[in-house]
């Protein structure tokens, strides 16, 4: 089962809490004022125990990839390989761009190839808004930091089992691009409802 950690505010400051409190109970122990070995690790893995609870039950795959000082050339393509035993359940595709606050363009071309397990391939244009009309940043920001997820695929099953690759490359005029940090891939279940 693949997790991440869910760190948004709420949660993150739930788990913090009943971290500290199992360490404060811990160490006001009658027995002892500073926490044993066992104690800690019991600490240790109730804590991994709550930071897992909030597991991405729909993500099928997610990694990103760093672009090499920030300066996308074109032909650093960056690929994904993605195992896949189920072709029943409906999947969302996104791309995953972190830009900084420095990029000239309010969008992003690019070319995704998909390589199936029986070798046939498609290629695909996306265009990524990154910034609306006004030249404001989307997605979220941290400083001058800016992450999307834009949707590629929506409410698709993968037709086989097997190995597929995804290959994304940029297809803005501009051979260097500046200024793009990382690109990615996610893939998760649709949500039943």
């Known amino acids: 089962m693949s997790c991440v950690f869910n760190l948004n505010k709420k949660s993150k400051h739930k788990n913090q809490d009943q971290i500290m ?74 791309v995953n761009v972190r830009n900084a606050d420095g990029y000239q363009y309010s969008n992003l071309y690019l070319f995704i190839k998909t390589i199936f397990p029986n070798g046939k391939s498609s290629r695909d244009t996306l265009e990524c808004i990154l910034a609306n009309e006004e030249g404001r940043w989307l997605g979220k920001g941290l400083g001058d930091i800016w992450d999307n997820q834009i949707v590629f695929k929506k409410a698709k099953r993968f037709p086989l089992m097997g190995k597929y690759t995804f290959i994304i490359e940029q297809a803005m005029r501009q051979p260097q691009l500046p200024m793009v940090m990382d690109v990615g891939m996610r893939i998760e279940k649709v949500e039943k409802k």
């Open 21 to 94: 409190f199992v360490i404060k109970k811990l160490s006001h122990h009658k027995s002892s004022q500073r926490i044993s070995r066992s104690g800690f690790m019991y600490v240790v893995f109730l804590s991994l125990i709550l930071l897992f609870s909030g597991c991405d039950k729909n993500r099928v795959f997610e990694k990103n990839e760093e672009i090499h000082n920030y300066v996308w050339d074109v032909k650093d393509v960056k690929s994904f390989e993605v195992i896949v035993n189920d072709t029943t359940t409906p999947n969302n595709f996104y």
